[in-house]
Protein backbone atom coordinates (compact mmCIF):
# COMPACT_ATOMS: atom_id res chain seq x y z
CA UNK A 1 0.00 0.00 0.00
CA UNK A 2 3.19 2.27 0.15
CA UNK A 3 3.16 2.96 -3.84
CA UNK A 4 -0.57 3.53 -3.49
CA UNK A 5 0.57 6.61 -0.90
CA UNK A 6 3.03 8.11 -3.14
CA UNK A 7 1.10 8.47 -6.09
CA UNK A 8 -1.96 8.68 -4.19
CA UNK A 9 -1.07 11.93 -2.87
CA UNK A 10 -0.24 13.60 -6.26
CA UNK A 11 -2.63 11.77 -8.67
CA UNK A 12 -6.20 10.96 -6.73
CA UNK A 13 -6.56 14.85 -6.18
CA UNK A 14 -6.14 15.70 -9.64
CA UNK A 15 -8.59 12.37 -10.51
CA UNK A 16 -11.22 14.15 -8.32
CA UNK A 17 -10.69 17.30 -9.20
CA UNK A 18 -11.65 16.55 -12.65
CA UNK A 19 -14.82 14.44 -11.41
CA UNK A 20 -15.68 17.23 -9.17
CA UNK A 21 -16.60 19.72 -11.75
CA UNK A 22 -17.79 17.21 -14.42
CA UNK A 23 -20.27 16.50 -11.51
CA UNK A 24 -20.90 19.95 -10.84
CA UNK A 25 -21.67 20.85 -14.76
CA UNK A 26 -24.25 18.64 -14.60
CA UNK A 27 -25.62 19.99 -11.71
CA UNK A 28 -25.53 23.30 -12.81
CA UNK A 29 -27.53 22.29 -16.25
CA UNK A 30 -30.26 20.92 -14.14
CA UNK A 31 -30.85 23.75 -12.23
CA UNK A 32 -30.65 26.01 -14.80
CA UNK A 33 -33.07 23.74 -16.74
CA UNK A 34 -35.51 24.40 -13.50
CA UNK A 35 -35.05 28.04 -13.89
CA UNK A 36 -33.35 28.13 -9.95
CA UNK A 37 -31.99 31.77 -9.44
CA UNK A 38 -28.29 32.19 -8.93
CA UNK A 39 -27.57 30.71 -5.93
CA UNK A 40 -29.96 27.67 -6.47
CA UNK A 41 -27.59 26.61 -9.39
CA UNK A 42 -24.34 27.40 -7.38
CA UNK A 43 -26.13 24.97 -4.29
CA UNK A 44 -27.34 22.15 -6.69
CA UNK A 45 -23.67 22.24 -8.47
CA UNK A 46 -21.68 22.64 -5.43
CA UNK A 47 -23.94 19.20 -4.36
CA UNK A 48 -23.64 17.62 -7.08
CA UNK A 49 -19.70 17.93 -7.23
CA UNK A 50 -19.61 17.28 -3.69
CA UNK A 51 -22.16 15.13 -2.88
CA UNK A 52 -21.14 11.91 -3.62
CA UNK A 53 -17.59 12.37 -2.25
CA UNK A 54 -18.86 13.85 1.56
CA UNK A 55 -21.18 10.90 2.01
CA UNK A 56 -18.24 8.55 0.80
CA UNK A 57 -16.28 9.98 3.31
CA UNK A 58 -18.76 10.66 6.00
CA UNK A 59 -19.52 6.93 5.33
CA UNK A 60 -16.01 5.92 6.08
CA UNK A 61 -15.31 8.20 8.77
CA UNK A 62 -12.52 10.17 6.72
CA UNK A 63 -11.75 13.60 7.90
CA UNK A 64 -10.72 16.48 6.60
CA UNK A 65 -12.96 16.11 3.63
CA UNK A 66 -11.00 16.27 0.36
CA UNK A 67 -12.47 19.97 -0.56
CA UNK A 68 -11.09 21.06 2.84
CA UNK A 69 -7.82 19.82 2.42
CA UNK A 70 -7.79 20.83 -1.66
CA UNK A 71 -9.78 24.33 -0.92
CA UNK A 72 -8.63 25.00 -4.63
CA UNK A 73 -11.72 22.52 -5.48
CA UNK A 74 -14.22 24.98 -3.62
CA UNK A 75 -12.92 27.96 -5.86
CA UNK A 76 -12.72 25.66 -9.23
CA UNK A 77 -16.11 24.69 -8.85
CA UNK A 78 -17.07 28.38 -7.83
CA UNK A 79 -15.56 29.85 -10.81
CA UNK A 80 -16.95 27.16 -12.97
CA UNK A 81 -20.31 28.19 -11.74
CA UNK A 82 -20.11 31.86 -12.43
CA UNK A 83 -18.55 30.99 -16.12
CA UNK A 84 -21.73 28.86 -17.11
CA UNK A 85 -24.57 30.98 -15.60
CA UNK A 86 -22.79 34.18 -17.40
CA UNK A 87 -22.55 31.98 -20.44
CA UNK A 88 -25.75 30.72 -20.16
CA UNK A 89 -27.00 33.76 -19.68
CA UNK A 90 -25.31 35.30 -22.96
CA UNK A 91 -26.71 33.03 -25.47
CA UNK A 92 -29.36 30.94 -25.38
CA UNK A 93 -28.56 27.39 -24.47
CA UNK A 94 -30.67 24.42 -25.08
CA UNK A 95 -29.91 22.31 -22.78
CA UNK A 96 -31.28 18.86 -23.91
CA UNK A 97 -31.04 15.54 -21.27
CA UNK A 98 -28.30 14.49 -24.00
CA UNK A 99 -26.11 17.58 -23.49
CA UNK A 100 -26.28 16.66 -19.66
CA UNK A 101 -25.21 12.90 -20.35
CA UNK A 102 -21.44 13.45 -20.97
CA UNK A 103 -19.89 15.34 -17.85
CA UNK A 104 -22.63 13.04 -15.89
CA UNK A 105 -20.75 10.00 -17.50
CA UNK A 106 -17.16 11.16 -16.62
CA UNK A 107 -18.18 11.85 -13.11
CA UNK A 108 -19.51 8.48 -12.57
CA UNK A 109 -15.86 6.30 -13.90
CA UNK A 110 -14.02 8.63 -12.09
CA UNK A 111 -16.00 9.04 -8.55
CA UNK A 112 -16.00 5.34 -8.96
CA UNK A 113 -12.66 5.05 -9.25
CA UNK A 114 -12.02 7.35 -6.30
CA UNK A 115 -14.72 5.23 -3.58
CA UNK A 116 -12.84 2.20 -4.48
CA UNK A 117 -9.89 3.17 -4.12
CA UNK A 118 -10.36 5.16 -1.01
CA UNK A 119 -12.38 1.84 0.73
CA UNK A 120 -9.80 -0.84 -0.27
CA UNK A 121 -7.05 1.52 1.06
CA UNK A 122 -9.00 1.44 4.33
CA UNK A 123 -8.66 -2.42 4.63
CA UNK A 124 -12.56 -2.62 3.72
CA UNK A 125 -13.92 -5.46 2.10
CA UNK A 126 -14.15 -5.82 -1.86
CA UNK A 127 -17.86 -6.54 -1.81
CA UNK A 128 -18.14 -2.59 0.33
CA UNK A 129 -15.45 -1.26 -1.99
CA UNK A 130 -17.60 -2.00 -4.71
CA UNK A 131 -20.66 -0.63 -3.08
CA UNK A 132 -18.64 2.60 -1.85
CA UNK A 133 -17.59 2.96 -5.13
CA UNK A 134 -21.09 3.17 -6.62
CA UNK A 135 -22.31 5.22 -3.59
CA UNK A 136 -19.32 7.65 -4.86
CA UNK A 137 -20.21 7.61 -8.11
CA UNK A 138 -24.51 7.58 -8.52
CA UNK A 139 -24.62 9.96 -4.93
CA UNK A 140 -23.84 13.37 -5.91
CA UNK A 141 -26.30 13.00 -9.11
CA UNK A 142 -29.05 11.63 -6.33
CA UNK A 143 -28.85 14.21 -4.41
CA UNK A 144 -29.04 16.78 -7.58
CA UNK A 145 -32.21 14.81 -8.22
CA UNK A 146 -34.04 15.21 -4.83
CA UNK A 147 -32.84 18.99 -4.53
CA UNK A 148 -34.33 19.44 -7.89
CA UNK A 149 -37.74 17.81 -6.79
CA UNK A 150 -37.20 14.93 -9.02
CA UNK A 151 -37.09 10.91 -8.65
CA UNK A 152 -33.43 10.79 -9.15
CA UNK A 153 -32.59 9.42 -12.97
CA UNK A 154 -30.30 6.59 -12.22
CA UNK A 155 -33.13 4.90 -10.79
CA UNK A 156 -35.51 5.09 -13.17
CA UNK A 157 -33.39 5.93 -16.32
CA UNK A 158 -34.29 2.19 -17.26
CA UNK A 159 -30.75 2.26 -18.91
CA UNK A 160 -27.79 0.88 -17.00
CA UNK A 161 -26.32 3.54 -15.03
CA UNK A 162 -25.67 2.57 -11.83
CA UNK A 163 -24.93 -0.92 -13.19
CA UNK A 164 -21.87 0.36 -14.98
CA UNK A 165 -20.35 1.62 -11.52
CA UNK A 166 -20.96 -1.68 -10.45
CA UNK A 167 -19.09 -3.25 -13.30
CA UNK A 168 -15.80 -0.61 -12.97
CA UNK A 169 -15.79 -1.54 -9.10
CA UNK A 170 -15.50 -5.22 -9.77
CA UNK A 171 -12.71 -4.56 -12.45
CA UNK A 172 -10.81 -2.32 -10.17
CA UNK A 173 -11.33 -5.41 -6.88
CA UNK A 174 -10.23 -8.06 -10.07
CA UNK A 175 -6.98 -6.10 -10.92
CA UNK A 176 -6.36 -5.15 -7.19
CA UNK A 177 -6.13 -8.91 -6.65
CA UNK A 178 -4.01 -9.41 -9.34
CA UNK A 179 -1.80 -7.23 -7.95
CA UNK A 180 -1.51 -4.66 -10.65
CA UNK A 181 -0.55 -0.75 -9.80
CA UNK A 182 -2.96 1.24 -7.96
CA UNK A 183 -2.75 3.90 -10.87
CA UNK A 184 -3.77 1.03 -13.40
CA UNK A 185 -6.52 -0.43 -11.66
CA UNK A 186 -8.37 3.10 -11.12
CA UNK A 187 -7.70 3.68 -14.36
CA UNK A 188 -9.07 0.53 -16.10
CA UNK A 189 -11.79 1.30 -13.73
CA UNK A 190 -12.82 4.53 -14.69
CA UNK A 191 -12.39 3.58 -18.25
CA UNK A 192 -14.45 0.35 -18.08
CA UNK A 193 -17.03 2.42 -16.52
CA UNK A 194 -17.36 5.37 -18.64
CA UNK A 195 -17.14 2.79 -21.96
CA UNK A 196 -20.05 1.00 -20.39
CA UNK A 197 -22.06 4.01 -19.52
CA UNK A 198 -21.37 5.20 -23.00
CA UNK A 199 -22.39 1.73 -24.83
CA UNK A 200 -25.67 1.83 -22.86
CA UNK A 201 -26.61 5.21 -24.44
CA UNK A 202 -25.41 4.56 -27.79
CA UNK A 203 -27.08 1.53 -28.61
CA UNK A 204 -30.05 2.29 -26.55
CA UNK A 205 -29.32 -0.38 -24.14
CA UNK A 206 -32.79 -0.71 -21.33
CA UNK A 207 -32.91 -3.20 -18.66
CA UNK A 208 -35.80 -5.38 -18.47
CA UNK A 209 -39.01 -3.79 -18.41
CA UNK A 210 -41.88 -4.76 -15.90
CA UNK A 211 -45.02 -6.44 -17.58
CA UNK A 212 -47.08 -4.12 -19.35
CA UNK A 213 -50.49 -5.17 -17.47
CA UNK B 1 -23.92 -3.81 30.39
CA UNK B 2 -21.80 -6.96 30.56
CA UNK B 3 -24.35 -9.63 30.02
CA UNK B 4 -25.43 -6.92 27.06
CA UNK B 5 -22.63 -7.73 25.01
CA UNK B 6 -22.77 -11.52 25.59
CA UNK B 7 -26.10 -12.17 24.29
CA UNK B 8 -25.79 -9.20 22.04
CA UNK B 9 -23.32 -9.92 20.00
CA UNK B 10 -25.47 -12.73 18.52
CA UNK B 11 -29.35 -11.71 19.18
CA UNK B 12 -28.73 -7.66 18.17
CA UNK B 13 -27.60 -8.79 14.59
CA UNK B 14 -29.84 -11.20 14.16
CA UNK B 15 -33.00 -8.87 14.82
CA UNK B 16 -31.42 -6.23 12.86
CA UNK B 17 -31.21 -8.56 9.78
CA UNK B 18 -35.27 -9.27 10.20
CA UNK B 19 -35.68 -5.73 10.50
CA UNK B 20 -33.34 -4.85 7.40
CA UNK B 21 -35.05 -7.45 5.40
CA UNK B 22 -38.57 -6.66 6.06
CA UNK B 23 -37.74 -2.53 5.16
CA UNK B 24 -36.22 -3.55 2.25
CA UNK B 25 -39.28 -5.41 1.04
CA UNK B 26 -41.11 -2.35 1.68
CA UNK B 27 -38.60 -0.23 -0.27
CA UNK B 28 -38.61 -2.84 -3.21
CA UNK B 29 -42.48 -2.42 -3.09
CA UNK B 30 -42.66 1.02 -3.33
CA UNK B 31 -40.24 1.25 -5.79
CA UNK B 32 -42.17 -1.24 -7.80
CA UNK B 33 -45.26 0.66 -7.78
CA UNK B 34 -43.48 3.87 -9.17
CA UNK B 35 -42.25 1.83 -11.94
CA UNK B 36 -38.73 2.53 -11.07
CA UNK B 37 -36.01 -0.03 -13.16
CA UNK B 38 -34.04 -2.47 -11.82
CA UNK B 39 -31.69 -1.06 -10.24
CA UNK B 40 -33.51 1.54 -8.71
CA UNK B 41 -35.70 -0.79 -7.04
CA UNK B 42 -32.34 -2.32 -5.50
CA UNK B 43 -31.22 1.22 -4.66
CA UNK B 44 -34.54 1.80 -2.77
CA UNK B 45 -34.55 -1.44 -0.95
CA UNK B 46 -31.14 -1.18 -0.01
CA UNK B 47 -31.78 2.86 1.16
CA UNK B 48 -35.29 1.44 2.90
CA UNK B 49 -33.17 -1.36 4.44
CA UNK B 50 -30.30 0.58 5.67
CA UNK B 51 -31.16 3.87 5.78
CA UNK B 52 -32.18 4.29 9.20
CA UNK B 53 -29.84 2.01 10.98
CA UNK B 54 -27.09 3.95 9.19
CA UNK B 55 -28.37 7.59 9.88
CA UNK B 56 -28.53 5.71 13.59
CA UNK B 57 -24.26 4.95 13.16
CA UNK B 58 -23.86 8.21 11.48
CA UNK B 59 -25.32 10.58 14.30
CA UNK B 60 -24.18 7.92 16.90
CA UNK B 61 -20.26 8.27 15.82
CA UNK B 62 -19.87 4.33 15.31
CA UNK B 63 -18.20 2.58 12.78
CA UNK B 64 -18.49 0.33 11.41
CA UNK B 65 -21.80 0.07 9.93
CA UNK B 66 -23.42 -3.21 10.89
CA UNK B 67 -23.76 -4.22 7.12
CA UNK B 68 -20.04 -3.72 6.97
CA UNK B 69 -19.65 -5.57 10.02
CA UNK B 70 -21.73 -8.38 8.73
CA UNK B 71 -21.52 -8.17 5.05
CA UNK B 72 -24.09 -11.15 4.93
CA UNK B 73 -26.54 -8.57 4.78
CA UNK B 74 -25.95 -6.67 2.10
CA UNK B 75 -25.84 -10.28 0.21
CA UNK B 76 -29.43 -11.16 1.76
CA UNK B 77 -30.92 -7.82 0.75
CA UNK B 78 -29.86 -8.04 -2.49
CA UNK B 79 -31.02 -11.69 -2.55
CA UNK B 80 -34.41 -10.17 -1.67
CA UNK B 81 -34.63 -7.67 -4.31
CA UNK B 82 -33.83 -9.74 -7.09
CA UNK B 83 -35.96 -12.75 -5.57
CA UNK B 84 -38.77 -9.54 -5.47
CA UNK B 85 -38.39 -8.57 -8.92
CA UNK B 86 -38.35 -12.12 -10.58
CA UNK B 87 -41.65 -12.62 -8.48
CA UNK B 88 -42.83 -9.15 -9.14
CA UNK B 89 -42.07 -10.11 -13.14
CA UNK B 90 -43.88 -13.50 -13.50
CA UNK B 91 -47.13 -12.66 -12.15
CA UNK B 92 -48.70 -9.53 -11.98
CA UNK B 93 -48.92 -8.69 -8.39
CA UNK B 94 -51.37 -5.84 -7.12
CA UNK B 95 -48.95 -3.75 -4.59
CA UNK B 96 -51.78 -1.74 -2.53
CA UNK B 97 -50.67 0.35 0.28
CA UNK B 98 -52.42 -2.17 2.67
CA UNK B 99 -49.48 -4.99 1.21
CA UNK B 100 -47.00 -2.08 2.04
CA UNK B 101 -47.89 -1.97 5.50
CA UNK B 102 -46.82 -5.27 7.33
CA UNK B 103 -43.67 -5.31 6.50
CA UNK B 104 -42.68 -1.86 7.55
CA UNK B 105 -44.98 -2.63 11.02
CA UNK B 106 -42.27 -4.73 11.87
CA UNK B 107 -39.24 -3.38 10.71
CA UNK B 108 -40.37 -0.10 12.50
CA UNK B 109 -40.62 -2.19 16.14
CA UNK B 110 -37.13 -4.40 15.53
CA UNK B 111 -35.09 -1.24 14.36
CA UNK B 112 -36.91 0.81 16.98
CA UNK B 113 -35.78 -1.91 19.82
CA UNK B 114 -32.58 -1.75 18.55
CA UNK B 115 -31.97 2.19 18.19
CA UNK B 116 -33.08 2.61 21.67
CA UNK B 117 -30.25 -0.45 23.02
CA UNK B 118 -27.58 1.22 21.12
CA UNK B 119 -28.01 4.79 22.10
CA UNK B 120 -28.32 3.48 25.96
CA UNK B 121 -25.31 1.21 25.45
CA UNK B 122 -23.72 4.24 24.78
CA UNK B 123 -24.40 6.14 27.94
CA UNK B 124 -26.82 9.08 26.30
CA UNK B 125 -29.85 9.94 28.09
CA UNK B 126 -33.24 7.92 27.73
CA UNK B 127 -34.70 10.96 26.24
CA UNK B 128 -31.91 10.62 23.61
CA UNK B 129 -32.44 7.29 23.25
CA UNK B 130 -36.09 7.46 22.54
CA UNK B 131 -35.51 10.18 20.09
CA UNK B 132 -32.42 7.76 18.60
CA UNK B 133 -35.30 4.61 18.63
CA UNK B 134 -37.73 6.82 16.70
CA UNK B 135 -35.33 7.83 13.85
CA UNK B 136 -33.88 4.35 13.47
CA UNK B 137 -37.41 3.32 13.08
CA UNK B 138 -39.17 6.00 11.00
CA UNK B 139 -35.61 7.17 8.86
CA UNK B 140 -35.24 4.23 6.72
CA UNK B 141 -39.48 5.29 5.34
CA UNK B 142 -38.50 8.61 5.10
CA UNK B 143 -35.57 8.15 2.92
CA UNK B 144 -36.95 5.66 0.99
CA UNK B 145 -39.92 8.23 0.45
CA UNK B 146 -37.84 11.07 -0.19
CA UNK B 147 -36.02 9.17 -3.03
CA UNK B 148 -39.58 8.22 -4.36
CA UNK B 149 -40.54 11.96 -4.72
CA UNK B 150 -43.18 11.95 -1.94
CA UNK B 151 -43.73 13.19 1.71
CA UNK B 152 -43.03 10.53 3.82
CA UNK B 153 -46.41 8.85 4.65
CA UNK B 154 -45.13 8.97 8.46
CA UNK B 155 -45.61 12.80 7.95
CA UNK B 156 -49.50 13.05 6.50
CA UNK B 157 -50.77 9.45 7.24
CA UNK B 158 -52.97 11.35 9.87
CA UNK B 159 -52.70 7.41 11.59
CA UNK B 160 -49.63 6.91 14.45
CA UNK B 161 -46.22 5.33 13.10
CA UNK B 162 -43.75 7.94 14.38
CA UNK B 163 -46.09 7.59 17.97
CA UNK B 164 -45.89 4.22 17.91
CA UNK B 165 -42.18 3.65 17.74
CA UNK B 166 -42.15 6.24 20.65
CA UNK B 167 -44.30 4.45 23.15
CA UNK B 168 -42.09 0.91 22.35
CA UNK B 169 -39.23 3.43 23.09
CA UNK B 170 -40.61 4.40 26.67
CA UNK B 171 -41.81 0.89 27.71
CA UNK B 172 -37.92 0.27 26.96
CA UNK B 173 -36.72 3.04 28.83
CA UNK B 174 -39.03 1.80 31.93
CA UNK B 175 -37.98 -1.80 31.52
CA UNK B 176 -34.39 -0.72 31.66
CA UNK B 177 -35.08 1.50 34.50
CA UNK B 178 -36.48 -1.40 36.16
CA UNK B 179 -33.23 -3.65 35.68
CA UNK B 180 -35.05 -5.94 33.62
CA UNK B 181 -33.01 -8.12 31.24
CA UNK B 182 -31.75 -6.61 27.88
CA UNK B 183 -33.43 -9.09 25.48
CA UNK B 184 -36.59 -8.68 27.62
CA UNK B 185 -36.56 -4.98 26.84
CA UNK B 186 -35.42 -5.49 23.47
CA UNK B 187 -38.50 -8.06 22.46
CA UNK B 188 -41.41 -5.88 25.05
CA UNK B 189 -40.40 -2.34 23.12
CA UNK B 190 -40.75 -4.28 19.67
CA UNK B 191 -44.14 -6.27 20.51
CA UNK B 192 -45.36 -2.92 21.88
CA UNK B 193 -44.70 -0.86 19.21
CA UNK B 194 -45.90 -3.32 16.43
CA UNK B 195 -49.52 -4.00 18.74
CA UNK B 196 -49.77 -0.79 18.59
CA UNK B 197 -48.78 0.49 14.95
CA UNK B 198 -51.66 -2.75 14.15
CA UNK B 199 -54.18 -1.46 16.22
CA UNK B 200 -54.02 1.96 14.83
CA UNK B 201 -54.04 0.48 10.97
CA UNK B 202 -57.26 -2.18 12.37
CA UNK B 203 -59.44 0.30 14.21
CA UNK B 204 -58.51 3.14 12.18
CA UNK B 205 -57.52 5.24 14.85
CA UNK B 206 -56.71 8.77 13.66
CA UNK B 207 -54.20 11.25 15.46
CA UNK B 208 -56.71 14.68 16.04
CA UNK B 209 -57.03 16.41 12.55
CA UNK B 210 -57.09 20.52 11.46
CA UNK B 211 -59.73 22.46 11.62
CA UNK B 212 -61.86 22.54 8.43
CA UNK B 213 -61.69 25.55 7.42
CA UNK C 1 -9.14 31.10 21.68
CA UNK C 2 -9.76 31.19 25.78
CA UNK C 3 -12.12 33.83 26.31
CA UNK C 4 -14.30 32.29 23.21
CA UNK C 5 -14.01 28.81 25.54
CA UNK C 6 -15.42 31.22 28.46
CA UNK C 7 -18.15 32.49 27.03
CA UNK C 8 -18.57 30.68 24.23
CA UNK C 9 -19.87 28.29 27.18
CA UNK C 10 -22.93 29.96 28.12
CA UNK C 11 -23.81 32.61 25.01
CA UNK C 12 -23.68 30.10 22.39
CA UNK C 13 -25.83 27.75 23.87
CA UNK C 14 -28.60 30.30 24.47
CA UNK C 15 -27.88 31.81 20.71
CA UNK C 16 -28.29 28.11 19.27
CA UNK C 17 -31.79 27.90 21.61
CA UNK C 18 -33.13 31.05 19.63
CA UNK C 19 -32.09 30.37 16.41
CA UNK C 20 -33.51 26.57 16.59
CA UNK C 21 -36.69 27.81 17.84
CA UNK C 22 -37.29 30.21 15.09
CA UNK C 23 -36.49 27.69 12.28
CA UNK C 24 -39.04 24.66 14.27
CA UNK C 25 -41.46 27.80 13.95
CA UNK C 26 -40.77 27.96 9.89
CA UNK C 27 -40.55 24.11 10.21
CA UNK C 28 -44.27 23.71 12.14
CA UNK C 29 -45.78 26.54 9.78
CA UNK C 30 -44.71 24.77 6.65
CA UNK C 31 -45.82 20.95 7.38
CA UNK C 32 -49.19 23.08 8.61
CA UNK C 33 -49.67 24.36 5.44
CA UNK C 34 -48.76 21.07 3.52
CA UNK C 35 -51.99 19.73 6.37
CA UNK C 36 -49.76 17.66 7.31
CA UNK C 37 -50.54 15.21 10.83
CA UNK C 38 -49.48 15.91 14.22
CA UNK C 39 -46.81 14.09 14.06
CA UNK C 40 -45.29 15.43 10.71
CA UNK C 41 -45.50 18.82 12.17
CA UNK C 42 -43.81 18.26 15.05
CA UNK C 43 -40.64 15.79 12.63
CA UNK C 44 -40.48 18.94 10.03
CA UNK C 45 -40.20 21.39 12.80
CA UNK C 46 -37.34 19.12 14.45
CA UNK C 47 -35.74 19.11 11.03
CA UNK C 48 -35.41 22.22 10.48
CA UNK C 49 -35.05 23.29 14.01
CA UNK C 50 -31.65 20.63 13.94
CA UNK C 51 -31.06 19.74 10.66
CA UNK C 52 -28.58 22.74 9.99
CA UNK C 53 -26.66 22.12 12.93
CA UNK C 54 -26.91 18.66 12.99
CA UNK C 55 -25.89 18.42 9.38
CA UNK C 56 -22.80 21.28 10.54
CA UNK C 57 -21.74 18.52 13.49
CA UNK C 58 -21.84 15.97 11.31
CA UNK C 59 -19.39 17.53 8.06
CA UNK C 60 -17.15 18.61 11.40
CA UNK C 61 -17.19 15.41 13.06
CA UNK C 62 -18.16 17.04 16.53
CA UNK C 63 -19.96 14.89 18.85
CA UNK C 64 -22.20 14.91 21.14
CA UNK C 65 -24.83 17.12 19.24
CA UNK C 66 -25.64 20.55 20.54
CA UNK C 67 -28.83 18.77 21.41
CA UNK C 68 -27.73 16.07 23.03
CA UNK C 69 -25.64 18.07 25.10
CA UNK C 70 -28.07 20.41 25.89
CA UNK C 71 -31.19 18.13 25.70
CA UNK C 72 -33.71 21.30 27.47
CA UNK C 73 -33.65 22.37 23.56
CA UNK C 74 -35.42 19.19 22.17
CA UNK C 75 -38.02 19.69 24.94
CA UNK C 76 -37.95 23.43 24.29
CA UNK C 77 -38.91 22.53 20.37
CA UNK C 78 -41.43 19.63 21.50
CA UNK C 79 -42.91 22.12 23.39
CA UNK C 80 -43.05 24.92 20.78
CA UNK C 81 -44.47 22.63 18.26
CA UNK C 82 -47.56 21.45 21.01
CA UNK C 83 -47.99 24.71 21.42
CA UNK C 84 -48.33 25.88 18.01
CA UNK C 85 -50.36 23.14 16.99
CA UNK C 86 -53.25 24.23 19.55
CA UNK C 87 -52.74 27.44 18.49
CA UNK C 88 -53.02 26.49 15.21
CA UNK C 89 -56.18 24.61 15.61
CA UNK C 90 -58.02 26.84 18.27
CA UNK C 91 -58.19 29.19 15.30
CA UNK C 92 -58.02 29.95 11.70
CA UNK C 93 -54.75 31.01 11.27
CA UNK C 94 -53.71 32.04 7.71
CA UNK C 95 -50.20 30.93 6.62
CA UNK C 96 -48.94 32.94 4.22
CA UNK C 97 -45.34 33.05 2.71
CA UNK C 98 -44.57 36.65 4.72
CA UNK C 99 -45.28 34.68 8.20
CA UNK C 100 -42.88 32.21 7.63
CA UNK C 101 -40.02 35.03 6.70
CA UNK C 102 -39.56 36.64 9.95
CA UNK C 103 -38.24 33.49 12.07
CA UNK C 104 -36.33 32.10 8.96
CA UNK C 105 -34.34 35.65 8.38
CA UNK C 106 -33.70 35.17 12.17
CA UNK C 107 -32.65 31.21 12.67
CA UNK C 108 -30.53 32.15 8.67
CA UNK C 109 -28.49 34.79 10.69
CA UNK C 110 -28.23 33.03 14.33
CA UNK C 111 -27.07 29.91 12.77
CA UNK C 112 -25.06 31.28 10.19
CA UNK C 113 -22.89 32.97 13.14
CA UNK C 114 -22.82 29.72 14.95
CA UNK C 115 -21.21 27.53 12.05
CA UNK C 116 -18.72 29.98 11.46
CA UNK C 117 -17.43 30.09 14.74
CA UNK C 118 -17.30 26.68 15.65
CA UNK C 119 -15.32 26.24 11.93
CA UNK C 120 -12.69 28.55 13.42
CA UNK C 121 -12.94 27.30 16.77
CA UNK C 122 -11.45 23.50 15.30
CA UNK C 123 -8.76 25.45 13.01
CA UNK C 124 -10.73 25.38 9.31
CA UNK C 125 -9.55 28.16 6.83
CA UNK C 126 -11.77 30.99 6.19
CA UNK C 127 -13.45 29.66 2.92
CA UNK C 128 -14.56 27.22 4.68
CA UNK C 129 -16.09 28.49 7.57
CA UNK C 130 -18.23 31.18 5.64
CA UNK C 131 -19.05 28.24 3.50
CA UNK C 132 -20.49 25.88 7.06
CA UNK C 133 -21.58 28.78 8.16
CA UNK C 134 -23.72 28.98 5.06
CA UNK C 135 -24.34 25.21 5.48
CA UNK C 136 -25.57 25.73 8.72
CA UNK C 137 -28.20 28.59 7.96
CA UNK C 138 -29.75 27.21 4.60
CA UNK C 139 -29.62 24.00 5.29
CA UNK C 140 -32.36 23.68 8.15
CA UNK C 141 -34.77 24.74 4.96
CA UNK C 142 -33.32 22.98 2.42
CA UNK C 143 -34.35 19.68 4.75
CA UNK C 144 -37.25 21.60 5.55
CA UNK C 145 -38.53 21.69 2.34
CA UNK C 146 -37.30 18.40 0.59
CA UNK C 147 -39.19 16.29 3.33
CA UNK C 148 -42.34 19.00 1.87
CA UNK C 149 -41.62 17.51 -1.40
CA UNK C 150 -40.91 21.20 -2.44
CA UNK C 151 -38.21 22.74 -4.45
CA UNK C 152 -36.06 24.32 -1.50
CA UNK C 153 -37.24 28.04 -1.40
CA UNK C 154 -33.60 29.21 -1.16
CA UNK C 155 -32.67 28.23 -4.42
CA UNK C 156 -35.98 29.51 -6.64
CA UNK C 157 -36.44 32.48 -4.59
CA UNK C 158 -34.78 34.80 -6.74
CA UNK C 159 -33.80 37.25 -3.77
CA UNK C 160 -30.90 36.77 -1.90
CA UNK C 161 -30.95 34.62 1.09
CA UNK C 162 -27.98 31.92 0.90
CA UNK C 163 -25.63 35.20 0.05
CA UNK C 164 -27.32 37.37 3.09
CA UNK C 165 -25.40 34.38 5.14
CA UNK C 166 -22.18 34.30 2.95
CA UNK C 167 -21.93 38.39 3.44
CA UNK C 168 -22.77 37.92 7.19
CA UNK C 169 -19.73 34.90 7.04
CA UNK C 170 -17.74 36.97 5.22
CA UNK C 171 -17.79 40.25 8.50
CA UNK C 172 -17.13 37.80 10.85
CA UNK C 173 -14.22 36.53 8.80
CA UNK C 174 -13.00 40.24 8.68
CA UNK C 175 -13.48 41.07 12.55
CA UNK C 176 -12.04 37.92 13.44
CA UNK C 177 -8.89 38.95 11.20
CA UNK C 178 -8.84 41.94 13.08
CA UNK C 179 -8.69 40.45 16.52
CA UNK C 180 -12.22 41.58 17.93
CA UNK C 181 -13.55 40.08 20.68
CA UNK C 182 -15.75 36.64 19.15
CA UNK C 183 -18.85 37.94 20.93
CA UNK C 184 -18.61 41.24 19.03
CA UNK C 185 -17.61 38.92 15.78
CA UNK C 186 -20.92 36.94 15.97
CA UNK C 187 -23.22 39.44 17.09
CA UNK C 188 -22.11 41.59 13.61
CA UNK C 189 -22.19 38.44 11.61
CA UNK C 190 -25.93 37.58 12.58
CA UNK C 191 -26.68 41.19 12.59
CA UNK C 192 -25.54 42.03 8.85
CA UNK C 193 -26.80 38.54 7.75
CA UNK C 194 -30.53 39.64 9.08
CA UNK C 195 -30.28 43.49 8.19
CA UNK C 196 -29.36 42.66 4.15
CA UNK C 197 -32.31 39.39 4.39
CA UNK C 198 -34.67 42.21 5.51
CA UNK C 199 -33.32 44.74 2.87
CA UNK C 200 -33.97 42.05 0.65
CA UNK C 201 -37.24 41.52 1.11
CA UNK C 202 -38.47 45.10 2.19
CA UNK C 203 -37.25 46.46 -0.85
CA UNK C 204 -37.99 43.31 -3.30
CA UNK C 205 -34.43 42.70 -3.96
CA UNK C 206 -33.91 40.25 -7.19
CA UNK C 207 -31.15 38.17 -8.59
CA UNK C 208 -30.08 38.94 -11.80
CA UNK C 209 -32.70 36.62 -13.93
CA UNK C 210 -32.37 33.76 -16.37
CA UNK C 211 -32.78 35.14 -20.36
CA UNK C 212 -36.59 35.05 -21.55
CA UNK C 213 -36.84 32.79 -24.20
Redesign the interface.
Known amino acids: MNSFEAWGSTLLPSIELLATLAFALSGIME ?2 R ?7 VC ?2 GFLAAFGGG ?1 LRD ?2 L ?1 Q ?1 P ?1 FW ?1 EN ?1 IV ?2 AVLGLCILSISF ?2 QR ?1 FDLTEKTLQWPDTLGLGLFTASGVAQSLALG ?2 P ?2 AV ?1 MGTITG ?1 FGG ?1 LRD ?7 V ?10 CSVAGGVVYIVLDALNSEPWFCMALCALVTVIIRTLAIWKNWV ?5 K ?1
Do not use: Q
Open positions: AAKRMDVVGVVTILDRFVELWMRHLSTVLIVIVCNEIPSFKDHRPYALLPAWRD
